[in-house]
């Protein structure tokens, strides 16, 4: 592939001649240990209230979750964010776009081998585009016969904390 050079006025006189000159291509700077330190534990994870409250959401009321059960929770998450989101990333630069949408992140999903959820937030994806609430009468599982969310259901909840 051919070098590209900025384009400089020429410096001869001439009226409206352009030299092209070959500049010196410095190496991208790498990042320091002591800027990967500045950024904080917050700046890079999810608030920890918001994951927080996603958990609480899945065990009984009377259930307590440690705080270290939080952190791990929100470190995994955000870190599984910027795992589909540069898969993503990569697709749309491939493709020659600069942004990332909802079809994106299911093809990323589907890619990296999580077509269960990608099968399901394909129809959150299509309520949210039909300008409707994403939960609204949404079966939790659309591929899943009745007998098969029963059985599983059952499986759930014998491992759930009992009040």
Same mark, same amino acid.
């Given at each position: 592939m051919a070098e #590209? $050079?900025?384009l400089r006025p020429s410096t001869d006189g001439a009226l409206g001649s352009i030299t092209v000159e070959p500049q010196?291509?410095?190496a991208p700077v790498p990042i320091t240990d002591q800027e990967v =330190?500045? $950024?904080r534990e917050q700046d890079r994870y999810l608030p920890i209230a918001n994951v927080a409250?996603?958990? *609480? =959401?899945?065990?009984p009321p009377s259930a307590k979750i440690a705080k270290d059960a939080k952190e791990t929770v929100q470190e995994c998450v955000s870190e599984f964010i910027a795992f #589909? %989101?540069?898969e993503a990333a990569e697709r749309c630069q491939l493709e020659k776009r *600069? %942004?990332?949408g909802g079809e994106d992140i299911l093809h990323a999903m589907t890619a990296l081998g999580f077509n269960n959820y990608a099968e399901t937030l394909e129809i959150h994806l299509a309520k949210l585009r039909q300008g =409707?609430?994403?939960t609204a009468t949404i079966p939790p599982y659309p591929n899943c016969r009745d007998d098969e969310i029963s059985r599983a259901s059952s499986e759930f909840n014998q491992c759930r904390i009992s009040p």
């Open positions: #590209l $050079y900025p010196d291509a410095s =330190g500045e $950024y409250r996603i958990m *609480k =959401g899945a065990v #589909l %989101t540069s *600069k %942004t990332i =409707g609430s994403s």
